[in-house]
């Protein structure tokens, strides 16, 4: 029987790539993470001392996968679904769940409705924590589950708060839409103008356009580079028992600095 050899590790002192390719690939989505927007290949090349020609193989292959969108009427690169998907994908490893459930089940007890964390994944938002307030009604939005973000209180807090351009790398026409209950927006324009509201007030809602008869508020969580990490929300049936606004931007504040 063969045996395959261990591979050595680099020297100490070395401080070069054992994998050049690798090694520029990861950096050009942490530079990309980073940036407010969009920006264009020669840039990239240019801030990370890559040869163009490199920087124009590997975003090719990177948008391939999925993990960056070419927005080609402005000649720029952000990130894609792909990269959200890691997000969320580091986010169902706990440390972002373990940290919310506390403050999600506080906020259900303060003011007696059902709350939750969310996360974005592709044109979906995530549902990482729920706690149901007592002798309220079950929730689509258990743990695990997907909704369209542009239907939900949560996704929208967080699509508000990503670069205008990747919002319309997400939603570029009519296609990327879909429908619940008939309501809610179905085409770019109309998107733009729910977000518009959202950034101007600070806070998403949503109104019997995932459920019926079932109203949303919700507030973003964002990292430390100021990305849209994650949404805390509270949903409720006709009248909230209390207005939940100032305790889901309390949670929301709480957990951003939480997360440092």
Do not use: C, K
Not at 17 to 43: F, G, K, W
Not at 71 to 86: N, V, Y
Not at 212 to 218: L, M, T, V, Y
Request: hydrophobic share 45%.
């Amino acid at each position: 029987m063969s045996v395959i050899p261990d591979i050595a590790p680099a020297d100490a002192g070395d401080a070069r790539p054992q994998v050049p390719a690798a090694d520029q690939t990861l950096r050009i989505l942490r530079h990309l993470a980073r940036r407010p927007a969009p920006i264009a290949a020669s840039a990239l090349a240019r801030d990370l001392d890559i040869p163009r020609s490199t920087v124009y193989h590997l975003l090719a292959t990177l948008e391939q996968h999925g993990f960056v969108v070419h927005l080609e009427q402005e000649r720029r690169w952000g990130l894609g679904t792909s990269a959200f998907e890691l997000a969320g994908g580091y986010a169902r490893q706990e440390p972002l769940a373990r940290l919310g459930r506390p403050l999600i089940a506080a906020l259900a007890d303060q003011v007696g409705e059902s709350a939750h964390l969310a996360v974005m994944s592709g044109r979906d938002v995530l549902y990482i924590v729920e706690e149901r307030a007592a002798r309220r009604p079950a929730l689509v939005t258990d743990v695990g589950v997907r909704l369209p973000a542009h239907l939900t209180a949560t996704g929208r807090a967080m699509l508000a708060a990503l670069p205008r351009s990747q919002v319309r790398a997400l939603y570029p026409d009519a296609a990327a839409f879909t429908d619940r209950t008939g309501a809610g927006p179905s085409r770019p324009g109309e998107l733009r103008e729910v977000l518009r509201v959202v950034r101007e007030t600070g806070l998403a809602t949503e109104n019997g356009e995932v459920t019926p008869g079932f109203r949303s508020i919700a507030a973003v969580v964002r990292d430390h580079a100021d990305w849209p990490t994650a949404a805390v929300a509270v949903t409720w049936e006709a009248e909230p028992r209390t207005d939940p606004t100032d305790a889901v931007l309390a949670a929301a504040r709480t957990l951003q600095r939480r997360l440092g």
